[in-house]
C-alpha cells in the first residue's frame, strides 16, 4: 500500500520560513518524479513545484520561483519542500503527489498518488 505523508506545515508569520517533509513508503521512491501542490479555500489544487526522479531537474510554479527548493533524499524515501520569504498568499493545504514518469509534472493528472496534505497559514 502506497502512503505520502506530509509534515511541516504550521502557522508563521509573513517573511518566515518552513521546510514541508514527505515520507513515502509502499513504492520503488527512485522510480517516481516527486511533486507539490497546494490548495487554498475555494480555489483549484494547484502545482507549487516538482523535482525528477533523477533529482536532476526541478521545477517551479511563477508564485514561488526564486524562494522555494525542492529536494529529495533518496536513503529517507523523503521530499523536502523549502519554502523562504512567506507570504499570505501562500496560505494553503500543502499535497505532495507521486508520478511514475517526469513527463507533464505540472499537471495534476500525471500523479499516480496523493498525500493527505498539511496546512501552511502564513499571517500578514
Known amino acids: 500500500q502506497v502512503q505520502l505523508v506530509e509534515s511541516g506545515g504550521g502557522l508563521v508569520q509573513a517573511g518566515a520560513s518552513l521546510r514541508l517533509s514527505c515520507v513515502a513508503s509502499?513504492?520503488?521512491?527512485?522510480?517516481?518524479?516527486m511533486g507539490w501542490f497546494r490548495q487554498a479555500p475555494g480555489k483549484d489544487r494547484e502545482f507549487v513545484g516538482a523535482?525528477?526522479?533523477?533529482?536532476?531537474?526541478?521545477l517551479y510554479a511563477d508564485s514561488v520561483k526564486g524562494r522555494s527548493t525542492i529536494s529529495r533524499d533518496s536513503a529517507r524515501n523523503t521530499v523536502y519542500l523549502q519554502m523562504n520569504w512567506l507570504k499570505p498568499e501562500d496560505t494553503a493545504v500543502y499535497y505532495c503527489?507521486?508520478?511514475?514518469?517526469?513527463?507533464?509534472?505540472?499537471?495534476?493528472?500525471?500523479?499516480?498518488?496523493w498525500g493527505q496534505g498539511t496546512q501552511v497559514t502564513v499571517s500578514s
Open positions: 503527489a507521486a508520478a511514475g514518469g517526469y513527463v507533464n509534472l505540472r499537471r495534476t493528472s500525471t500523479y499516480n498518488y
Open positions: 523535482i525528477t526522479l533523477s533529482g536532476v531537474t526541478t
Open positions: 509502499g513504492l520503488t521512491f527512485s522510480a517516481y518524479s
